[in-house]
């Protein structure tokens, strides 16, 4: 089945730089990605999402990046704000089914 | 805005007792899932229901079972808790299947087995 995996397991930046996690997939069949934050003591909640149709998606200061040679896709966050201190999980699927398959979560700090 | 309601918040419990935990969304979603975080923050699929019926049921102890009444329910029991079953017990609906659509958690039920 398909295996996602998150390299950062930790990623700590200081307020107002960039963050890049990166996630990779290894079903060629996955067409869906979205990632999933969730702050310290609170739920998972959706943030962002990319379709295998495009390589590229923003949302205000969140871009996804998504190469389907590599079988990579990265979420991108400028100008990072301490509210953006959070794991963030990513995700792929096939799109066609309710088998969605979640990374291990990448912890997201930002330094005042 | 919370629109997938869990409860309890909390519950700690002893080695073979039996629990049960409420979850209910007033999204007008389809699909239900059970997922199971664990202490290291790692999600695990547990069960996913689409309009009452069973769709997906991932290879999780047979002390597990849920239960829905109407597609804006899903409730889990646990028969005779064990201490590996500790973790938090976040409950997601959805509106189509969650390989397209976005879900949506609630705040999760924390489970303590002494």
């Known amino acids: ?112 | 805005e919370t629109a997938v309601f869990q409860t309890p918040n909390y519950h700690v419990t002893q080695v073979g007792n039996e629990v049960s935990f409420n979850c209910k969304q007033t999204l007008g979603h389809d699909t239900m899932y059970w997922y199971k975080q664990d202490s290291k923050k790692l999600l695990k699929i547990m069960f996913s229901y689409n309009n009452k019926q069973l769709i997906v049921n991932e290879t999780v102890p047979r002390r597990f079972s849920p239960q829905s009444s109407d597609k804006a329910h899903l409730n889990l029991r646990i028969k005779s808790v064990e201490p590996e079953d500790s973790a938090v017990y976040l409950c997601a609906s959805s509106s189509g299947p969650a390989g397209q659509n976005t879900l949506y958690f609630g705040a999760g039920t924390r489970l303590s087995v002494l």
């Open chain 1, 1 to 112: 089945g398909e295996k996602v995996e998150q390299h950062e397991s930790t990623l700590s930046v200081r307020e107002g730089d960039s963050a890049v996690i990166n996630c990779t997939y290894t079903d060629t069949a996955s067409s869906y990605f979205p990632w999933y934050k969730q702050e310290a003591g609170k739920s998972l909640h959706f943030v962002i999402d990319i379709r295998s149709n495009v390589d590229r998606k923003q949302s205000q200061r969140l871009t996804v990046l998504l190469d389907k040679k590599a079988k990579r896709f990265s979420l991108h966050i400028t100008a990072t704000q301490p509210e953006d201190s959070a794991i963030y999980f990513c995700a792929a699927s096939r799109g066609s089914n309710n088998r969605i398959f979640f990374g291990d979560g990448t912890q997201l700090v930002v330094k005042p």
